[in-house]
């Protein structure tokens, strides 16, 4: 993250900062900072892992069929008594655990990203009312927000995903529950979008573009939406690559505590959960590779949204 | 002043009341307490008569009102699982829960300050740039994988420390505390460390972002002018204009770390209040949940308001500024 702010040897080409395409500024700090350019190729191999995780996979974990119990408990390949197809070794019953990891990637990935979605709409709608309204909507709304705040979203996840199960009962499908998450997660961050989206708004409306907007006779929500919303999106954009990590933690966070994923879909967390019983056996590699793969990519987009930050700052902080 | 003061604990009240509401829609609405207490085979008419002894049939403004005053007099009602009193739950469990919070939190002030020091003088010295790496892993590795990584290392391969639980406990009155047995300290040292990770991380941060500002400032470069030992000048003038914020973080993150005890106290199964939490979310324990709610919000709105009001005792720039609007 460091590099993208430290000066940079001349370049053949001088390269302008103030004025010409934004975009390409971008492509140019994000080519000039290594640290990124390594996060976000990472990121892309978790990304594609997830996507193609039947095709890469040796097996499909979940389907009993191919499960063999002759071999459980396999260790690493390139420890004594691993066996081929298994690259990262076996858990009890057999499941290869990069195959599971694979497929424990596209829930913690879907559950991420559509918390972060939810999330952003329901942050950036309630901003741009409470910002555009002023009064007491805007009161109203922010008061809800501080009070929000000062509860962790982790406890406020739980919270939410103990009393909807307590409604729905225990009965519950694994679809069922992954949208309990996204719903929780949800809930619990739109607070920052609001806020920020809030700022910007009481900075765009007093501008020409609104007022002329709204001579023109425009309806309040296609201000909101056409003209408002264009020019507040840059901040929720780094707002959202940071928050990716953060529901991505908290979906497996509340997977570990037993309150998320099932044992039958598991995301990244519950192989962790499982896998943390076989620790004091010595299947270390049960739980190793999971907890490896969840660090490796929230450290990887962690870094995305650092180095995003800093290069949509035009006073670089 | 006193008006601020009497404003924000007005609003503080309101904010309680706010939780209050929530954890009683908690208690009341979420599934039905009769079926929670009585097995499935109960005719209906005890389960009409069990629900008018509780008072369920009575307004909902006047449950919500029973519920506040018996909140007040640390009545939570009884939990489904235990059958026990709530209050009585909690309260045995509130001291490992407070005893872990406190020593992660003062771990973290320490090498918080120490390494935010350090790697502000020496900013480019490699082992500020270790510090840097560590506080980006800090942030960036999840609670619960930092604890079943040090349960690896010092509990299963070395065998060092213990890996769940307290230790022996020594009892003083009501409180049980694993301070004084050598069991117990060696049991809170991996739990506080994972606890505290995260506190470090942004302190040290923090420290190091207010130590580069201030000694840019004028009173540092007048300072060496003086002559004054370069010893002096960091320490003596430059560390202790950064600690007022520090101080105020740490106390507003006290109720973060107790909060975040959840995930610590399960990877360790610590008795505490956090654990308990997670149990009663698996097992759809609304009592607990709804006074775990309460608990914590008292905190969190406690320590809110204090850091408030010492903050314009401390600065009275604030006040001034504070008299405007009003």
């Not at chain 1, 694994?174 to 949208?179: Q, V």
């Not at chain 2, 008018?52 to 007040?72: H, I, K, S, T």
Request: aromatic content about 10%; some cysteine; glycine content about 8%.
């Amino acid at each position: 993250m460091d590099e993208a702010l430290s000066p940079v040897p001349a370049s053949p080409k001088p390269v302008s900062w103030a004025g010409g395409f934004f975009d390409s500024d971008l492509w140019i700090s994000f080519k000039r900072s290594k640290v990124t350019v390594i996060a976000a190729i990472i990121t892309l191999l978790f990304f594609l892992l997830a996507i193609f995780a039947g095709l890469v996979a040796p097996q499909d974990p979940f389907d009993p069929a191919q499960l063999d119990l002759l071999n459980s408990r396999l260790p690493p390949i390139w420890q004594e008594g691993g066996q081929a197809p298994f690259v990262l070794g076996t858990d009890d019953q057999g499941r290869d655990i990069f195959s599971a990891i694979a497929y424990g990637l596209r829930i913690s990935l879907i559950v991420g990203f559509l918390g972060v979605l939810f999330s952003a709409v329901l942050g950036i709608g309630l901003g741009l009312i409470a910002g555009y309204f002023g009064g007491v909507t805007d009161a109203v709304i922010m008061r809800i927000a501080d009070v929000q705040l000062t509860f962790p979203a982790i406890l406020i996840a739980l919270l939410i995903d103990g009393v909807v199960k307590s409604v729905l009962g225990n009965q519950i499908d694994a679809w069922t529950i992954l949208g309990v998450l996204v719903f929780s997660i949800g809930l619990s961050f739109w607070v920052q979008y609001a806020r920020t989206v809030r700022g910007s708004v009481l900075v765009e409306k007093n501008k020409d573009y609104v007022a002329a907007a709204r001579l023109i006779g425009l309806p309040a929500p296609v201000v909101m939406l056409r003209h408002v919303l264009p020019n507040v999106l840059g901040p929720v954009l780094v707002i959202a690559t940071i928050n990716l990590a953060l529901a991505i933690i908290t979906e497996a966070t509340l997977s570990f505590l037993g309150s998320g994923m099932p044992p039958t879909m598991p995301s990244l967390g519950t192989l962790i959960r499982i896998g943390n019983d076989f620790l004091f056996s010595g299947e270390w590699w049960i739980v190793a590779f999971p907890g490896l793969a969840l660090a490796t990519l929230v450290l990887a987009i962690n870094l995305l949204g650092d180095w995003l930050r800093d290069a949509l700052n035009p006073r670089l902080r | 002043m006193l008006a601020f003061i009497v404003r924000r604990a007005l609003q503080a009240l309101g904010v309680l009341f706010a939780v209050g509401l929530i954890a009683f829609a908690m208690f009341r609405f979420a599934g039905d307490p009769v079926n929670q207490m009585v097995g499935a085979d109960t005719p209906p008419e005890e389960r009409l008569a069990i629900r008018e002894q509780l008072g369920l049939n009575d307004p909902v403004v006047l449950q919500f009102a029973r519920y506040l005053a018996g909140a007040l007099r640390f009545d939570f009602g009884i939990s489904y699982q235990f059958r026990q009193p709530v209050a009585q739950l909690l309260s045995e469990r509130m001291p490992a829960t407070l005893e872990l919070a406190l020593c992660a939190t003062l771990l973290a002030l320490v090498f918080g300050i120490l390494m935010g020091v350090y790697s502000a003088l020496r900013r480019d010295s490699a082992l500020a740039k270790l510090f840097q790496a560590i506080s980006l892993i800090g942030v960036s590795l999840p609670t619960f994988l930092i604890g079943i990584l040090l349960i690896y290392l010092f509990a299963v391969t070395l065998g060092w420390l213990p890996s769940n639980g307290r230790g022996e406990t020594v009892r003083l009155g009501w409180w049980t505390t694993g301070l004084l047995t050598w069991s117990g300290l060696k049991a809170l040292i991996m739990p506080s460390i994972t606890l505290g990770l995260f506190q470090m991380t942004l302190i040290m941060r923090l420290v190091r972002a207010e130590m580069l500002e201030v000694l840019r400032t004028d009173y540092i470069r007048f300072a060496r002018a003086r002559g004054l030992r370069t010893r002096a000048i960091h320490f003596g003038h430059a560390l202790k204009n950064t600690l007022v914020p520090v101080i105020t973080i740490a106390g507003l993150q006290l109720g973060s770390v107790i909060a975040f005890a959840i995930i610590t106290e399960t990877v360790f199964q610590w008795p505490g209040m956090g654990l308990l939490f997670v149990q009663a979310v698996q097992n759809v324990d609304i009592p607990i949940m709804a006074a775990y709610l309460l608990l914590v919000g008292l905190i969190f709105v406690v320590i809110n308001l204090v850091v408030d009001i010492l903050y314009t005792v401390v600065d009275p720039r604030l006040r001034v500024t504070l008299r405007r609007p009003a």
